[in-house]
């Protein structure tokens, strides 16, 4: 009987203890949106929310950086030729466009365009021109940023950072900016006219592609769809998508 009692008298001091340490926490008023309702929060709150991610995708000029030929691990069948930069991470809201005015407005949003055609979701909104455009490679700012940099790696054509969250439950994974630099090593223009320059459109569409949630291709036989990684002087291509581009595209928007 006797332990019994001190059991209870341990449970009964705990929960004093726990009472008084609960009230110890200072509150503080504050109003929830849209109801206008005043509640007491802690003053202070632990942050669970997850971590904000960045993928960085090269895009190498072709001779630059050696194919890979080799079958995918474990299969014998042709591979899809298209892949996600993580399952499930997609653009959630329609988002606009920032664009610096030393690049071609209309080659850029003629690649957006051609990735919104393909699937029923509006995957862009407006555009805005402006001269602070730039590539966020260590901070997002909120925007998505096309630009022409100097990239210090050589044969690098061009570069796209995506920010988003790529871990945890597929559902919760989103793309929330994505920033592209064109490199200024080469000299850009309209292959169509000039097949010397590199195709500022032909690129811009495959930089978006990443925007939006695909991964580069480098196996030899995906060398034909808009995401395959290598790109050369004069190519073309890569401005329209494969279906294997447009299979990728829908696997996350839907048709």
Same mark, same amino acid.
């Given at each position: ?33 849209? *109801? ?12 669970? #929310? @997850? $971590? +904000?991610?960045?993928?960085?995708? %090269? ?46 407005? *209309? ?12 699937? #029923? @979701? $509006? +995957?862009?909104?407006?555009?805005? %021109? ?126």
């Amino acid at each position: 009987m006797k332990k019994l009692i001190l059991i209870g008298t341990v449970l009964a001091t705990l929960v004093v203890a726990g009472v008084v340490a609960a009230q110890a926490v200072e509150r503080n008023p504050a109003t929830v949106v849209p *109801s206008g309702q005043t509640v007491l929060v802690p003053d202070k709150a632990i942050d669970n #929310s @997850p $971590a +904000l991610e960045k993928i960085v995708y %090269i895009h190498y000029k072709k001779d630059f950086a050696k194919p890979d030929n080799s079958p995918p691990a474990g299969k014998t069948k042709l591979p899809s030729c298209y892949g996600v930069l993580s399952k499930g991470a997609k653009l959630t809201t329609t988002e606009n466009l920032v664009v610096s005015p030393d690049l071609n407005l *209309s080659a850029i949003l003629d690649s957006a365009n051609e990735w919104d055609s393909k699937t #029923s @979701p $509006a +995957l862009f909104g407006s555009y805005t %021109i402006d001269s602070t455009a730039n590539w966020d490679s260590s901070t997002p700012d909120g925007r998505n940023e096309f630009s022409f940099g100097n990239y210090p790696q050589q044969g690098v054509i061009a570069i796209t950072v995506v920010w988003g969250y790529f871990s945890g439950p597929a559902s919760t994974r989103r793309i929330v900016e994505f920033d592209v630099l064109f490199d200024t090593d080469f000299i850009w223009g309209d292959a169509a006219t000039d097949p010397a320059v590199m195709d500022l459109q032909n690129i811009a569409t495959h930089e978006i592609g990443h925007g939006v949630g695909l991964a580069d291709m480098y196996q030899t036989v995906c060398g034909e769809v808009t995401m395959y990684g290598y790109s050369a002087n004069g190519e073309t291509e890569k401005r329209t998508l494969e279906q294997q581009d447009i299979n990728g595209l829908q696997s996350l928007y839907g048709i």
